[in-house]
């Protein structure tokens, strides 16, 4: 069993930066990939970024690339997501999420945290 629980969430301008941060509860944290996924109002949620147990390999949507850095320290059982150049389209509730294997579908995750919002003004 491993809890989620995301910050860092909130209100930024075009352009500017936030960073969240995703806190597991369990030992057994380094055994689980781990994903980013974002719903904004009217959409199904979509899969933003992904990053393997070990951390060596990492897997973006298009929307992400370039923009976005997943990464994750073992040691404090977390998972981050640096964004930068935001933009308004990225206004969404994001998620983190654990599987045992890097994926892009949220069907490939067993474990979900409570989400953070985050909306970019124009």
């Known amino acids: 069993q491993v809890q989620l629980v995301e910050s860092g969430g909130g209100l930024v301008q075009a352009g500017g930066s936030l960073r969240l941060s995703c806190a597991a509860s369990g030992r057994t944290f380094s055994s689980y990939a781990l994903g980013w996924f974002r719903q904004a109002p009217g959409k199904e949620r979509e899969f933003v970024a992904a990053?393997?147990?070990?951390?060596?390999?990492?897997y973006y949507a298009d929307s992400a690339k370039g923009r976005f850095t997943i990464s994750r320290d073992n040691a404090k059982n977390t998972v981050y997501l640096q964004m930068n150049s935001l933009k308004p389209e990225d206004t969404a509730v994001y998620y983190c999420?654990?599987?045992?294997?890097?994926?892009?579908?949220?069907?490939?995750?067993?474990?979900w945290g409570q989400g953070t919002q985050v909306t970019v003004s124009s």
């Open positions: 990053v393997k147990r070990s951390g060596g390999s990492t």
């Open positions: 999420a654990a599987g045992r294997a890097m994926g892009i579908t949220e069907y490939e995750y067993d474990y």
